[in-house]
Nanobody, 125 residues
Framework: QVQLVQSGGGLVQAGSSLRLDCAAS????????LSWFRQGPGRAREFVAG????????HYADSVKDRFTISRDNAKNMASLQMNSLKPEDTALYYC??????????????????WGQGTQVTVSS
């Protein structure tokens, strides 16, 4: 059983940067793929970025590629999402999520059994 606790986020202007952190406890974090999802106002929850258990494989949604970077430190049971060049359309509630797999992270949120509490990111124009 993995518990995920998020930190970071907030209100920033367009073009700014933010970092979201996700701290894991209670399980073997290094056996789990970790992804970030987001849900904007009136929209479905969508995949943002994912990283394999080892950190050797990362995947990004086209909308954030070259702006966002996902990383993890298994020794510290932590994962992060560095968000640069933020746009108003990045405004959403962001969630980290994990599931146990040796494969690359899935973009299907239904595969994820462990979720963080969510953190709000608001980007003003």
């Amino acid at each position: 059983q993995v518990q995920l606790v998020q930190s970071g986020g907030g209100l920033v202007q367009a073009g700014s940067s933010l970092r979201l952190d996700c701290a894991a406890s209670g399980g073997t974090f290094s056996s789990h793929a970790l992804s970030w999802f987001r849900q904007g106002p009136g929209r479905a929850r969508e995949f943002v970025a994912g990283i394999s258990w080892s950190g050797g494989s990362t995947h990004y949604a086209d909308s954030v590629k070259d702006r966002f970077t996902i990383s993890r430190d298994n020794a510290k049971n932590m994962a992060s999402l560095q968000m640069n060049s933020l746009k108003p359309e990045d405004t959403a509630l962001y969630y980290c999520a994990a599931y146990r797999t040796s494969l690359s992270p899935s973009r299907d949120l239904g595969r994820y059994g462990y979720w963080g509490q969510g953190t709000q990111v608001t980007v003003s124009s």
